[in-house]
């Protein structure tokens, strides 16, 4: 009897050992699965975004009156851009911010331009947008604080060693 008591713990004990092994297997498998499967703008897309803002900058620099469907584009295109940075942040989205930050400021909308542009410094910092954009919002009075560099534990401590 207390071969089968034993023999059963065991067993149960090893299926639950499988069990366990497995889910986070699934699990893993599962998040690898909705990483793939997140929303991409396709080049299609990209380049009908550009377009509406070339085309509104022309409309601006032509003197050409902005229709409420011109300011609906407006509105929507910095949503598109604002939700598509919430999935998958990319370079390619630089000049974009950029091209809009730079449109807000010629309208005169300033807090969207300072948007626009702190997302370029922020996220694409490395592109040759980010300097242009640092630019523009030190013209506009807008000071940029930059990250201070993290020091290393023994760095650290030869700056304390110093002031003794």
Known sequence: MRK?????????????????????????????????????????????????????????????????????????????????MNTTPEPVYAPLYYKLGSLYKLRGMKAECVDCLKTVIENFSDTAYGPKAREVLTEMGITIKEPEPLLGEDEEYEEDEEFY
């Open 4 to 84: 089968i008591i034993t023999l059963i713990c065991l067993v149960m004990f090893a299926m639950l050992c499988i069990i366990n092994y497995t889910m986070p297997a699934d699990a893993a498998r599962k998040n690898t699965k909705e990483k793939q499967e997140a929303p991409k703008v396709d080049e299609e897309q990209l380049k009908n975004l550009t377009q509406k803002i070339d085309l509104l900058t022309r409309k601006y620099y032509t003197r050409e009156l902005y229709s409420p469907q011109d300011s609906d584009d407006l509105i929507n295109i910095k949503l598109q851009l604002d939700e598509i």
